[in-house]
């Protein structure tokens, strides 16, 4: 079964500090997304990464993926209390397992004023 | 707003009963996907309906069950609830079956007492 593992589980970083997320998964997949979710929320799609070397920027966040080492990144800049939230990764098999997603166990991001 | 509608929001219901909860994709989307948030599981995915067709399964119980109609919508039955049944139950959609991003409805937090 796929492993999906993001560290830390638990962020807690000053505004205006640089901090990455790490996402490994257990099995080949070039298709990786990240997720957040605000407390009792609902899940926001923040980036979709579709091959090896993938890079996406949106404001303050850069996603990366490296299929090979089966690893993606969240890297966090000039933090700003608005970005705290929990942080998801999740990877799909591709058609033939139905393309359902595997979550990671999530970070949880405080950014302290 | 994703575009997935989900109710009721919230449901508040004793051991051993059953539930219905509803989910109507973005306009378009064949795919509907039901995963269950909790404390101690995370987010699992539990089972995949593609244009009325089920098209993947993952960790659900028997005593759980689901169906898409021929307008798209779907429903997902709970039965015999247990304690450990209490969960925030998202519904998410995609265009087809080989989705490169779904969106997640607002979900339905469960709490059997």
């Known amino acids: 079964e796929l492993k999906v593992e993001q560290n830390p589980l638990f962020l807690s970083m000053q505004e205006g500090k640089n901090y990455t997320i790490y996402c490994n998964y257990s099995?080949?997949?070039?298709?990786l997304y990240w997720y957040r979710q605000d407390p009792g929320k609902s899940l926001e799609s923040l980036f979709v990464l579709l091959s090896n070397g993938a890079v996406k920027q949106e404001g303050r966040l850069m996603a990366s993926l490296d299929t090979k080492a089966r690893l993606s990144t969240l890297h966090i800049t000039a933090a700003v209390h608005d970005l705290s939230a929990t942080y998801f990764c999740a990877v799909d098999l591709g058609l033939n397992t139905g393309n359902q997603f595997y979550f990671g166990t999530g970070t949880s991001l405080t950014v302290i004023p | 707003d994703s575009g997935v509608t989900q109710t009721p929001k919230h449901l508040i219901t004793a051991t051993g009963q059953r539930v219905t909860l509803r989910c109507s994709p973005r306009s378009g989307d064949l795919s509907v996907y039901w995963y269950q948030q909790s404390l101690d599981q995370g987010l699992q995915f539990l089972i995949q309906?593609?244009?009325?067709?089920?098209?993947a399964k993952g960790n659900i119980l028997e005593r759980f069950s689901a169906q898409q109609f021929p307008d798209l919508h779907s429903e997902l039955n709970l039965s015999s609830l247990e304690l450990g049944d209490s969960a925030l139950y998202f519904c998410a959609s995609t265009l087809g079956v080989m989705n490169t991003e779904a969106f997640f409805g607002q979900g339905t937090r469960l709490t059997v007492v």
């Open positions: 099995t080949t997949s070039d298709r």
């Open positions: 309906y593609y244009n009325g067709e089920e098209r």
